[in-house]
T-cell receptor, first 113, second 120 residues
Framework: GENVEQHPSTLSVQEGDSAVIKCTYS??????FPWYKQELGKRPQLIID?????GEKKDQRIAVTLNKTAKHFSLHITETQPEDSAVYFC????????????FGPGTRLSVLP | EAQVTQNPRYLITVTGKKLTVTCSQN?????MSWYRQDPGLGLRQIYY???????DKGDVPEGYKVSRKEKRNFPLILESPSPNQTSLYFC???????????????????FGEGSRLTVL
């Protein structure tokens, strides 16, 4: 089955700096790669996603890039703000009905004022 | 308000005492799933359901059961809880399975608020 690795497990940046979180996946059939943000004590929420037919997607300060050949994708946050502090989870999924939707172990991002 | 509701939010129980965590969504979503969240392990899928009466195992199904008798409800059943099932549980739903999203549906999972279970 699918295996998703995520690095780093913790990341501290100064406010205004950029943050990058990287994920690798094992199943070459995976075609959907979402990122979820979980603030302390809250539920995970989708922040951005990308499909295999797209190499990059951007939404304001957040962008995701995908390298299908290398089987890795990354989350980029620019001009970080304290409210970006949270745990971020990547995930990978195939189009097999509900199967192989696997989350990475998460990255705890701390934005220092 | 569109939402996924879980109950109970917090529960302390003892080994072997059967319990059920309920999950209900009001968005007419076809797909529902259960996850457990443990430190350093992320969110691991327990069971998922494509539609009424259609359920399947995720990555960590041992010790759990589910049912989907109605579209809106997807209860998680622990027949004989053990301490290694102490965890934070999330129910989630989406209009279609995440990997099968279409132009009209992103495949976004909507999570409940979580149920923290402690088994002594």
């Amino acid at each position: 089955g699918e295996n998703v690795e995520q690095h780093p497990s913790t990341l501290s940046v100064q406010e205004g700096d950029s943050a990058v979180i990287k994920c690798t996946y094992s199943d070459s059939a995976s075609n959907y790669f979402p990122w979820y943000k979980q603030e302390l004590g809250k539920r995970p929420q989708l922040i951005i996603d990308i499909r295999s037919n797209v190499g990059e997607k951007k939404d304001q300060r957040i962008a995701v890039t995908l390298n299908k050949t290398a089987k890795h994708f990354s989350l980029h946050i620019t001009e970080t703000q304290p409210e970006d502090s949270a745990v971020y989870f990547c995930a990978a999924s195939t189009d097999n009905y509900g199967q192989n939707f696997v989350f990475g172990p998460g990255t705890r991002l701390s934005v220092l004022p | 308000e569109a939402q996924v509701t879980q109950n109970p939010r917090y529960l302390i129980t003892v080994t072997g005492k059967k319990l059920t965590v309920t999950c209900s969504q009001n968005m007419n979503h076809e797909y529902m799933s259960w996850y457990r969240q443990d430190p350093g392990l992320g969110l691991r899928q327990i069971y998922y359901s494509m539609n009424v009466e259609v359920t399947d195992k995720g990555d960590v199904p041992e010790g759990y059961k589910v049912s989907r008798k109605e579209k809106r409800n997807f209860p998680l059943i622990l027949e004989s809880p053990s301490p290694n099932q102490t965890s934070l549980y999330f129910c989630a739903s989406s209009l279609s399975p995440p990997g099968l999203a279409t132009f009209l549906d992103s495949g976004e999972l909507f999570f409940g608020e979580g149920s923290r279970l402690t088994v002594l």
